[in-house]
């Protein structure tokens, strides 16, 4: 991070790392030196209370200034042990005021109500001495099934075993939780960890990390500045983040909502959603469907069961082993780079290449200023693009492409060739049906064509290679200007030959059998006994008929 | 009985004694060191942002507006820690908290400054 700045900026940076990294160091390695002095002297006073809780009763804490641990435990007993502890610049001072500081212990039909009361009028006094502080620190041992409310700030708070159900709010403090119930857990500016929850489980944080792992039943989670992570989730997830990244691992299903932060979700059983603005995206093992939405970040998808649907913007979409009925992808200026989808394909981007590799369904690309390829489609494809060249090999079905200002290369059409170009070339290879081809200011280059072949072209030159159909002949027809024709056709296949050209000569390899008036720029006959159309169209250039290897 | 409750509000209400070992509050040397590395950091971040505030007051990109929320936040919350800290100054978790946030503030206004276009 620092290596872009510049230097007088990474100076002051350092600055202030060491100085953080010497506070840290003064907070957690601080030995307290028994007071010699009165500044200093601190006071401990310890606090222990049982009492009974009945059936359905729970226990309530109000606390703050210090830390609260509480543990599930079998009986019914709820046993309080606190520890207060004060220091000011007298001992007497010090003691005094951790005297004054009360542990509220209240029981109601509800069940325990546990505060702590800081003597707030006393403070103003106290606070003569600048170094006086307090604080007060809880240790709980409660019945497992009760239910728990905690309000605590300025600590942290841990919870083991306590299965009741649990409604804890905490500010400026870790909240840690192990082996819990159906519970909702709140945090402001700190951390939330929760390990094994029983029940339904909602998680809020304002600023701070948040990990959840092992929930029985469902998750929510909102965190508005921070990272969340969750794990082994037997219900559905809901998460709302921002500003932080959000990784999902073992879950029902979920719902993710979140901005400036990448998304990470994987093996989900049903269904996925995700709404993310400014993040990477990636997602694996999805057993339902998956619906991505997303801007500015690149989307990866892998093994998706269900039918996927993705709309970014300003980013690069990568997707391999779709298995659902369909997938949809709408990007803006990002390539999209597909591997073997199962299903009908539907990806349109603009300022973006289209990579298509094992399309098992219908397939349809479209781009703008953006080149396409395509490999081992089955079923056929559709191939749009504005200004890009379009490439396309082992097609099973019938193939459209469209652009201009690209060119066109294909090999081994299983079906109709289509293809309708400006200011592009276009070359064909072992097309088994019909080729048709429009395109001007470049060559067409067609080999091994099966079919009826037309090509409409202008200012550019035309070659084509016809093969020799299972039976009978195929309809040839070809037209270009100020450009050459060579036209290939099988021995022994009968042709009517309408050939016309200007400014340029017309021959042919093959016997032609001719009447009436013969000109240097116009030929009409017969091929063989004749049969299917040849008709050879041009000006400005040579007509070639020969045969075809 | 009467021996049996004198037990009690004893064990209850046990003397006051001194804390050789805790760490929930600091003592008067290592809270003179930590409010000084404290304005330190209070410095160095200023002047972060400063650089950061053209960007910040008029946020060209919906990124940067985010991290201006973010920034208020966090200042909301560094007021109310500092304000806690003058009255607890040496309550060990405050100080803990006070210097995340400001630790958080930092990498937050050095992200806003590497957004720069």
């Not at chain 1, 599930?72 to 007497?92: C, D, F, L, N, P």
């Not at chain 1, 083991?160 to 709140?186: F, K, P, S």
């Not at chain 1, 035309?462 to 270009?480: E, Q």
């Not at chain 2, 003397?15 to 070992?21: A, G, L, R, S, T």
Request: some cysteine.
């Amino acid at each position: 991070m620092i290596r872009h700045l510049p230097n007088y900026r990474r100076q002051s940076l350092r600055r202030a790392m060491a100085a953080g990294l010497l506070s840290a160091m003064l907070l957690f390695t601080a030995k307290p030196v028994h007071s010699a002095t009165a500044a200093q002297d601190q006071v401990s006073r310890d606090f222990q209370q049982t009492v009974t809780l009945g059936a359905g009763q729970s226990v309530h804490i109000e606390h703050k200034f210090g830390s609260v641990r509480l543990h599930g435990e079998s009986g019914r007993e709820v046993k309080i042990s606190a520890t207060i502890r004060a220091q000011a610049s007298s001992h007497e001072e010090a003691e005094s005021f951790a005297q004054k500081i009360k542990i509220e212990v209240q029981q109601t039909g509800e069940g325990v109500r546990i505060k702590t009361i800081y003597p707030e009028e006393e403070k103003k006094w106290f606070h003569f001495s600048k170094n006086s502080s307090w604080s007060v620190s809880y240790d709980i041992g409660m019945p497992s099934d009760a239910p728990i409310t905690v309000r605590n700030s300025f600590g942290g708070v841990e919870i083991a075993g306590v299965h009741g159900a649990a409604d804890v709010e905490n500010g400026y403090g870790t909240l840690n939780v192990r082996d819990a119930g159906t519970g909702r857990w709140n945090n402001a500016f700190g951390s939330i960890e929760l390990v094994g929850a029983g029940g339904n489980v909602s998680v809020s944080d304002n600023n701070g990390s948040v990990q959840v792992s092992d929930v029985k039943g469902t998750l929510e989670v909102r965190n508005r500045f921070g990272s969340i992570t969750a794990r082994d989730i037997q219900g559905a997830v809901i998460i709302t983040g921002g500003n932080g990244a959000v990784t999902l691992a073992n879950a029902a299903s979920a719902i993710i909502t979140t901005s400036f932060g990448s998304v990470d979700a994987s093996n989900i059983r049903g269904d996925l959603s995700i709404r993310d603005n400014n993040g990477h995206v990636e997602i694996s093992a999805i057993g339902g469907a998956a619906d991505i939405t997303n801007s500015f970040g690149n989307v990866i998808f892998t093994d998706v069961h269900g039918r996927v649907n993705c709309t970014t913007s300003n980013g690069r979409v990568k997707g391999s082993s779709a298995m659902g009925s369909s997938v949809t992808i709408r990007d803006s200026f990002g390539n999209i780079e597909l591997d073997t989808i199962s299903g009908a394909l539907d990806a349109e981007t603009s300022n973006g290449k289209i990579s298509v590799r094992d399309a098992r369904g219908s397939v349809t690309l479209k781009s703008s200023f953006g080149a396409i390829e395509a490999s081992n489609v089955p079923k056929g494809i559709r191939a749009i693009t504005g200004n890009g060249g379009i490439s396309l090999t082992d097609i099973g079905g019938d193939t459209f492409a469209k652009t201009s200002f690209g060119s066109v290369l294909t090999e081994r059409i299983n079906g109709n060739f289509t293809v309708e170009n400006t200011n592009g070339s276009v070359t064909a290879r072992n097309v088994k049906g019909d080729a048709r081809v429009n395109t001007s200011f470049a060559g067409v280059t067609l080999e091994s064509i099966g079919g009826r072949i037309t090509v409409d072209n202008q200012n550019g030159a035309i070659s084509v290679t016809a093969t020799r159909p299972a039976s009978g002949c195929r309809d040839i027809s070809l037209k270009t200007s100020f450009s050459s024709i060579r036209v290939r056709v099988p021995d022994g296949l009968g042709y009517n030959l309408t050939a016309r050209t200007s400014f340029g000569r017309i021959s042919s390899e093959l016997p032609i059998t001719s009447t009436g008036s013969i000109r240097g720029d116009s030929l009409s006959g017969t091929i063989g006994s004749g049969g299917c159309q040849l008709q050879l169209t041009d000006s400005n250039g040579s007509i070639e008929i020969a045969k075809a290897p | 009985m009467v021996l049996a409750v004198s037990g009690g509000w004893i064990y209850f209400h046990r003397p006051i004694q001194k804390i050789d070992n805790d760490k929930s509050l600091l003592r008067t040397s290592a809270l003179k060191e930590v409010e000084s590395a404290e304005s330190s950091y209070e410095r160095a971040i200023d002047k972060l942002a400063a650089e950061a505030k053209p960007q910040l007051e008029n946020p060209a990109t919906a990124l940067l507006a985010n991290y201006h929320e973010k920034l208020l936040v966090l200042d909301s919350a560094i007021g109310e820690l500092r304000a806690q800290a003058g009255l607890n100054p040496s309550n060990a978790q405050l100080r803990y908290q006070l210097l995340a946030m400001y630790q958080e503030k930092q990498r937050t206004l050095e992200e806003v400054l590497e957004a720069k276009p």
